[in-house]
């Protein structure tokens, strides 16, 4: 098993940028060649994919985060990333990283808060 530990969030004004990091630790082979991606979850919606990144590091991004959202991978440290710049209210959220498609369980995610 796969264990996922999100930090990096916090309360930034509106244009600000944050990175999120997500440490795996536990079966690392798996993460290693799984497509890994950030998720959020905003008050009263449901959890939704924002990017997404291959083995091999290729990437895609929902509408409402391109050219503003990066996600990167160092395999050697386990790690994912997400540099997030241009933030809007609307990137209000609690941020989670999974595999795509998710393990069937989450980490304690992240607390981003964007203020306008």
């Known amino acids: 098993q796969v264990q996922l530990v999100e930090s990096g969030g916090g309360l930034v004004q509106a244009g600000g940028s944050l990175r999120l990091s997500c440490a795996a630790s536990?079966?690392?082979?798996?993460?290693?060649?799984?497509?890994m991606g950030w998720y959020r979850q905003a008050p009263g919606k449901q959890r939704e994919l924002v990017a997404a990144?291959?083995?091999?590091?290729?990437?895609n991004y929902d509408d409402s985060v391109k050219g503003r959202f990066t996600i990167s991978r160092d395999n050697y440290k386990n790690t994912v990333y997400l540099q997030m710049n241009s933030l809007k209210a609307e990137d209000t959220a609690v941020y989670y990283c999974?595999?795509?498609?998710?393990?069937?369980?989450w980490g304690q995610g992240t607390q981003v808060t964007v203020s306008s």
């Open positions: 999974n595999k795509v498609p998710d393990y069937g369980y």
């Open positions: 536990g079966s690392i082979f798996n993460f290693r060649i799984n497509v």
């Open positions: 990144i291959t083995s091999a590091g290729n990437t």
